[in-house]
């Protein structure tokens, strides 16, 4: 069964870093594009970042560029978010998705598979 397992969420004072690793359950995942998303409660999913299945392709969003870097590392079939500068408003649940036909893009309806979930919380 294809899965995705987010890890790495916990609670850090602003200003502070976390990295968010995502471990996809097969190599087949390495030829997806991979994207972060978050939700805070009572809030609408959010598009973070989406980086393409060779590396080559990124994109942020506007709130989270030059703070945030999304990478991969195929060999290990895992994505990471490196979150630094974190900020009260970066606490959501964070949760990564694969997308087959390697979109790239904002909208979390055209993402194929989702993993459950991890918290972050940044305190003041």
């Known amino acids: 069964q294809v899965q995705l397992v987010e890890s790495g969420g916990g609670l850090v004072q602003a200003g502070g870093s976390l990295r968010l690793s995502c471990a996809a359950s097969s190599r087949t995942f390495n030829i997806y594009s991979m994207a972060w998303f978050r939700q805070a409660p009572g809030k609408e999913r959010e598009f973070v970042a989406a980086?393409?299945?060779?590396?080559?392709?990124?994109n942020y969003a506007d709130s989270v560029k030059a703070r945030f870097i999304i990478s991969r590392d195929n060999a290990k079939i895992t994505t990471y978010l490196q979150m630094n500068s974190l900020k009260v408003e970066d606490t959501a649940v964070y949760l990564c998705?694969?997308?087959?036909?390697?979109?790239?893009?904002?909208?979390?309806?055209?993402?194929?598979?989702w993993g459950q979930g991890t918290q972050v919380t940044v305190s003041s």
């Open positions: 980086i393409s299945w060779n590396g080559a392709t990124r």
């Open positions: 998705a694969a997308d087959r036909s390697g979109n790239t893009g904002p909208r979390s309806r055209e993402y194929d598979y």
